[in-house]
């Protein structure tokens, strides 16, 4: 009835008893992970929400860049994936709902009342929006129901969980679009890229903008989904990346961002993109090849 890891849990949510809705799932990865295929869900709307770090989504041709906090609703019948991206560290829950009346009637729902609901969230498919605490507690709330032996009452309240988290998941997504870059951050961005040559630490980004560091520290979290020093270390990532295929070694590169020794940064490297450099240039420019 269920598929479960230490890291990975699946409920197939027509077999226990719940219709209209095909699956619910919980990640909490620690590493990265082999990237998500491309794939669709015929006539299923997938409302995925991230609780901390970073993922990236290609939906079609867009790119979407997940933080903490972030809710993205994938629209039926539509080609996603990670792209070029691993399935990044971090905790992500999702919920597949179709669309088809054949498949029962959404947590007892009349007929008109969930095809409004489930239009009004296809509605906001592909806009990335904050979440809220009361979402949070719901998915715990229903994933804790869903471990326990199947009754009468957990039926009952697991269809209940589930209206509820639609519900929120709807006011939410009608008043809390995704809010543009705010200025602190920008400031944060360009120090961290003017500095990238040499080790960056936190307490200069604190005093960029005149916080304090402890409070720059749960500021920054909570706007961004992961610490400050990880921040960086992706920034010094994503330019390796693009260095590592342009300069002459794997050292220079290193050096070039401020890494201690080419060991280190090849330690650093693989931790976020799942690669060593040198396999990652050999993979990059062996597809590169084969597109030319």
């Given at each position: 009835m269920?598929?479960?890891t230490?890291?990975?849990?699946?409920?197939e949510?027509?077999r226990l008893?719940?219709?209209?809705?095909?699956?619910?799932?919980?990640?909490?990865?620690n590493h990265v992970?082999?990237?998500?295929?491309?794939?669709?869900?015929?006539?299923?709307?997938?409302?995925?929400?991230?609780?901390?770090?970073?993922?990236?989504?290609?939906?079609?041709?867009?790119?979407?860049?997940m933080?903490g906090?972030?809710?993205?609703?994938?629209?039926p019948?539509?080609?996603?994936?990670?792209?070029v991206?691993?399935e990044?560290?971090g905790e992500?829950?999702?919920l597949?709902v179709?669309?088809?009346h054949?498949?029962?009637r959404?947590c007892?729902?009349?007929?008109?009342?969930s095809?409004?609901?489930?239009q009004r969230?296809?509605?906001?498919a592909h806009?990335v929006f904050?979440?809220?605490?009361?979402?949070?507690?719901?998915?715990i709330?229903?994933?804790?129901?869903?471990?326990?032996?199947k009754d009468v009452m957990?039926?009952?309240?697991?269809?209940?969980?589930i209206?509820?988290l639609?519900?929120e998941?709807h006011?939410?997504?009608s008043?809390?679009?995704?809010?543009?870059?705010?200025?602190?951050l920008?400031?944060?961005?360009s120090?961290?890229?003017?500095?990238?040559?040499?080790?960056i630490?936190v307490?200069?980004?604190?005093?960029?903008?005149n916080?304090s560091?402890p409070y720059?520290?749960?500021?920054?979290k909570?706007?961004?989904?992961?610490?400050?020093?990880?921040?960086?270390n992706?920034?010094?990532?994503?330019?390796?990346?693009?260095?590592l295929?342009?300069?002459?070694?794997?050292?220079?590169?290193a050096?070039?961002?401020?890494?201690?020794?080419?060991?280190y940064?090849?330690?650093?490297?693989?931790?976020?993109?799942?690669f060593?450099?040198k396999?990652?240039?050999?993979?990059?420019?062996h597809?590169?090849?084969?597109?030319?």
């Amino acid at each position: 009835m269920r598929k479960q890891t230490n890291e990975r849990k699946v409920f197939e949510l027509t077999r226990l008893g719940i219709p209209r809705c095909f699956q619910f799932g919980h990640y909490k990865y620690n590493h990265v992970k082999p990237g998500l295929k491309n794939h669709i869900h015929s006539k299923t709307l997938e409302i995925c929400y991230f609780l901390k770090g970073i993922q990236r989504y290609k939906i079609g041709e867009d790119l979407f860049e997940m933080t903490g906090d972030d809710i993205l609703i994938i629209a039926p019948d539509t080609s996603h994936s990670t792209g070029v991206h691993p399935e990044d560290k971090g905790e992500l829950y999702w919920l597949q709902v179709s669309l088809q009346h054949k498949n029962g009637r959404l947590c007892h729902l009349p007929e008109y009342q969930s095809d409004y609901l489930l239009q009004r969230l296809a509605d906001k498919a592909h806009i990335v929006f904050k979440g809220s605490f009361e979402l949070k507690s719901i998915l715990i709330k229903l994933e804790i129901e869903l471990e326990k032996p199947k009754d009468v009452m957990t039926e009952l309240r697991t269809n209940q969980l589930i209206l509820q988290l639609l519900l929120e998941t709807h006011a939410i997504s009608s008043n809390r679009l995704e809010t543009p870059p705010i200025q602190r951050l920008q400031r944060v961005d360009s120090f961290i890229q003017d500095h990238m040559e040499r080790v960056i630490f936190v307490d200069e980004l604190a005093s960029v903008i005149n916080l304090s560091l402890p409070y720059f520290k749960e500021w920054f979290k909570k706007k961004k989904g992961i610490p400050p020093k990880e921040y960086i270390n992706r920034l010094k990532i994503k330019r390796a990346k693009a260095d590592l295929l342009i300069k002459p070694s794997i050292t220079q590169v290193a050096f070039d961002l401020g890494y201690g020794s080419s060991q280190y940064f090849a330690t650093s490297f693989k931790k976020y993109t799942g690669f060593t450099p040198k396999s990652y240039i050999a993979h990059t420019k062996h597809n590169l090849q084969n597109t030319t």
